[in-house]
């Protein structure tokens, strides 16, 4: 099966050192195009197909995943859309705010249009661990199982429907959010004693610790933090100067500022 990828900037990118670590996919098998050459370089150096023209890429491949800024996936749906076969070929378009209803529009060909998923990845893709959420428009069962088995491989999917897809979006940047998380933890480590490396090194186990607990056990975080508060504790003190700091809140509308146009 041959996968193109138009547009290889950080999330384009991320997908294509994601699908270069599959073994079920020969290198050869994907095609990267992206107008910056030094980025092409780098992908024909992995053994990947790469090009400068998008058409090149849309024409064989039986994938085709449009990656790019919002504001650019018109004109570059109507700039491949003559040469593609939407008997055999699917698209995927990976862009926020980017409605079905555009794309149909933009991929019209006398009443014709291709089996398209709107899909949302993060860029833990890259080592294979993102939560893709996908919306499947006008596209057949089998279709649905040949892209959710792709993006399975590269992290977990998840299909949602069109009305769901501003949340998804949202959530998407979630992962910046951990991130955050993450040099806040680490900042407070340094404040208490320890040297920068270490504390990185003590966040991160802690959060995967974290992570794996949650996901083998099926607990509700809730539930988890339980088991590790005593009354009169440090982590119940902890977890409430937290919570007076406006934590879960802050959390929360960050989650809706991702929603808002």
């Not at 041959?2 to 996919?25: Q, R, W, Y």
């Not at 749906?77 to 040469?83: A, M, N, S, Y």
Request: proline share 3%.
């Amino acid at each position: 099966m041959k996968i193109s990828i138009i547009g290889a900037g950080a999330m384009g990118g991320a997908m294509a050192e994601g699908m270069l670590k599959l073994d079920e996919m020969a290198p050869e098998e994907l095609t990267v195009c992206d107008h910056n050459k030094p980025v092409i370089d780098h992908f024909a150096s992995l053994g990947a197909s790469v090009t400068q023209d998008n058409e090149a890429a849309a024409r064989d491949a039986d994938i085709v995943c449009v990656v790019v800024k919002p504001w650019v996936v018109e004109k570059t749906l109507k700039g491949i859309k003559d040469v593609m076969d939407y008997s055999r070929q699917t698209l995927v378009v990976v862009a926020a705010g980017v409605s079905s209803s555009q794309i149909k529009t933009w991929t019209d060909k006398e009443g014709n249009t291709p089996q398209i998923f709107l899909a949302m990845p993060n860029i833990a893709i890259e080592f294979k661990e993102s939560m893709t959420y996908m919306t499947p428009v006008d596209a057949d069962d089998k279709n649905i199982k040949r892209v959710c088995d792709i993006f399975d491989q590269l992290g977990e999917s998840i299909i949602i429907d069109e009305d769901h897809y501003p949340a998804a979006t949202a959530l998407s940047c979630s992962i910046a959010y951990a991130m955050r998380y993450a040099r806040a933890s680490i900042e407070g480590a340094v404040e208490l004693g320890f040297k920068a490396k270490m504390s990185q090194k003590i966040v991160l186990q802690t959060m995967k610790g974290a992570i794996s607990l949650l996901q083998q056990t099926g607990e509700h975080p809730e539930a988890a933090i339980d088991r590790v508060t005593t009354p009169g504790g440090l982590t119940i003190r902890g977890l409430n100067a937290m919570e007076h700091g406006g934590f879960t809140s802050a959390v929360i509308n960050g989650l809706k500022a991702g929603m808002k146009k």
